[in-house]
């Protein structure tokens, strides 16, 4: 990681540098301590295109064997609107939010409500519902 983009603000929109936001998740040298963190530090993965990341955050029972990433898609903007439970003594969490993009010329908003669950310690993303 070049110290440019360890010292730029995250891309999550937490306010934080990246080195001290989702980088310290996306490195694995600290793991998600709520639901929340999870889905900001897997909004940040889809932008830098990390599909490790991605996978290693998706619960197995529901995970793809792979992501087709498409370096074209920019995600502009997260929106948290949302949360139930997802707390760091909790088991389960929902987060809602809205992810904002631009394809080409098209511009967009993916609205969905994730669910997460905690095993051994760790936030897992299971899956979601789009919303309108």
Known sequence: MTESIA?????CLSGEPYAACCGRFHSGRAQAATAEQLMRSRYSAFVRLDEGYLLRTHHPSTAPAGLDLDPAMEWRRLDILATGGGGPFDTAGTVEFKAYYRHGKARGVLHENSRFVREDGRWLYVD???LS
């Open 7 to 11: 010292s730029a603000n995250c891309m």
């Open 128 to 130: 979601g519902d789009i």
